[in-house]
């Protein structure tokens, strides 16, 4: 009988110690398993947060790639509108600099010089001062073509309401020696038309007419129109 129930009590013994470390078994790989789980999570997170990160950053740098790419259309739209307007005058800083240069290539040809003249700085023709001579009426004087009176306004883009612009004047008078013929060049542009009127003039008249007249050169007259129409 005693054999009996010490035998009960180590059995009991023995079990109640397989219990308990089944019980810590259990809760170490519960333990394990959420560990698991939180490092899992984690790494989610990390991974959706850095995903959000990398798309917001592609976002941003194609919003500032549009930004950039619309300003340089816009950049390069104004460029190419304002080169238009510019090239569009009949006349200009560039255009009358452009004549200055034909002009001093075409008188050593003629074997002439050529000055320059405008409002304000005048040449000389046997008395009558030019332009203003007939741009103001001074002692009223009248410039007129084929014996008609015309309307010649100093032009500074060969733009004006009605008659002749005048947007540039050249002579010889200032470097012709001798009796040499004096010329003063004219040129203007009427309706859109360069013409180059010229005048050698001499003397006076009852009606203080200055008669001007269409060049007879061609060469004159081709490279003044191509300088106005940007040919």
């Not at 219990?19 to 259990?26: E, I, V």
């Not at 569009?88 to 002009?103: G, H, R, V, Y």
């Not at 009558?128 to 306004?153: C, E, F, K, R, Y």
Request: with cysteine; hydrophobic share 30%; glycine share 6%.
């Amino acid at each position: 009988m005693k054999k009996t129930v010490m035998f009960c009590l180590v059995l009991s013994t023995v079990l109640l110690a397989a219990c308990q470390q089944t019980k810590k078994a259990t809760a170490q790989s519960s333990k394990a398993a959420e560990s698991s789980i939180a490092v899992t999570k984690e790494s989610s997170s990390k991974a959706s947060s850095e995903s959000s990160t990398t798309n917001s950053t592609i976002s941003s740098s194609t919003s500032s790639t549009t930004t950039n790419s619309t300003s340089s259309t816009d950049t390069s739209s104004s460029t190419a509108t304002e080169t238009t307007t510019v090239s569009n005058l009949l006349w200009s800083a560039d255009k009358s600099n452009q004549l200055a240069s034909f002009m001093a290539s075409w008188g050593q040809t003629m074997g002439q010089s050529y000055q320059a003249y405008g409002p304000g700085n005048n040449v000389n023709l046997y008395g009558l001062q030019l332009p203003d001579g007939v741009l103001n009426h001074m002692n009223g004087w009248q410039a007129t073509v084929a014996n008609t009176p015309i309307s010649l306004t100093w032009s500074e883009n060969g733009e004006v309401p009605s008659g002749y612009g005048l947007v540039a004047v050249y002579s010889d008078a200032q470097t012709q020696s001798g009796q040499k013929t004096r010329h003063v060049y004219f040129f203007t542009i009427e309706g859109g038309t360069p013409k180059v009127l010229v005048t050698s003039q001499n003397q006076g008249n009852p009606n203080n007419y200055l008669e001007l007249r269409e060049t007879d050169n061609q060469e004159l007259k081709n490279g003044f129109s191509q300088i106005v129409t940007g040919q």
